[in-house]
């Protein structure tokens, strides 16, 4: 079956700085996808970055990118120069056919 | 406006209450979702639906129903609400499920609390 990890439940980082937010994930099947997405406060689901298991080079999006390493199953979400809007949750996602399977998500709280 | 739409934002309901949420989007997607979100637990999928009239269950389907005739709405009915049915609620949508890089966008969510 099919998992996502994420092992930081909480991350801080100062205003301005890169953050590193972990995933690792497993499944079988040679094909798949990841993808992050942010929860503020307000609680929408926000799309943020896609990746691709075929993609030769990793996703970017404005200051968000994704470090694609597939021998070690780790997708992990690069935020550079981060905001005060950038506090809120983050979730990595894998899709499963038809549903969206979710890490626990990491808290990330930017300080001035 | 141009998304996906759910409504009510917030509900407060009873045990035993029918209660219904409601879900809109604009894009023609084909593929519509049902999501809950609880603490501990993530994001589970309660069904989707592949077109209009087509649904099928998700990995949490107990207690909900649903019905698609539009492809652009989806609701979810709680036949009668149980407290374990205090949740939030995410609607979402996509063009299609084949290929790894369809992406599923998600509505705003209905915050239901049952007393």
């Known amino acids: 079956a099919q998992k996502i990890t994420q092992t930081q439940p909480g991350m801080f980082v100062q205003e301005k700085e890169a953050v590193t937010l972990d995933c690792t994930y497993d499944?079988?099947?040679?094909?798949?996808?990841l993808f992050w997405y942010k929860q503020p406060s307000s609680g929408e689901m926000i799309f943020l970055i896609y990746?691709?298991?075929?993609?030769?080079q990793n996703a970017t999006e404005g200051r968000y990118s994704l470090n694609f390493q597939k021998a070690r199953k780790s997708a992990n979400l690069v935020i550079s120069a981060s905001q005060l809007g950038d506090s809120a949750m983050y979730f990595c996602?894998?899709?499963?056919?038809?549903?969206?399977?979710f890490g626990a998500g990491t808290r990330l709280a930017v300080h001035p | 406006d141009a998304g996906i739409t759910q409504s009510p934002r917030y509900k407060i309901t009873e045990t035993g209450r029918q209660v219904t949420l409601m879900c809109h989007q604009t894009?023609?997607?084909?593929?519509m979702f049902w999501y809950r979100q609880d603490l501990g637990h993530g994001l589970r999928l309660i069904y989707y639906?592949?077109?209009?009239?087509?649904?099928d269950k998700g990995e949490v389907p107990d207690g909900y129903v649903v019905s698609r005739s539009k492809t652009e709405n989806f609701p979810l009915t709680l036949e009668s609400a149980t407290r374990s049915q205090t949740s939030v609620y995410f609607c979402?949508?996509?063009?299609?499920?084949?290929?790894?890089?369809?992406?599923?966008?998600f509505g705003p969510g209905t915050r239901l609390t049952v007393l």
């Open positions: 979402a949508s996509s063009e299609s499920v084949v290929s790894s890089t369809d992406t599923q966008y």
């Open positions: 499944t079988s099947d040679p094909s798949y996808g």
């Open positions: 990746q691709g298991s075929y993609d030769q």
């Open positions: 996602a894998m899709r499963d056919y038809n549903k969206l399977i």
């Open positions: 894009w023609s997607h084909s593929y």
């Open positions: 639906s592949a077109a209009a009239d087509i649904t």
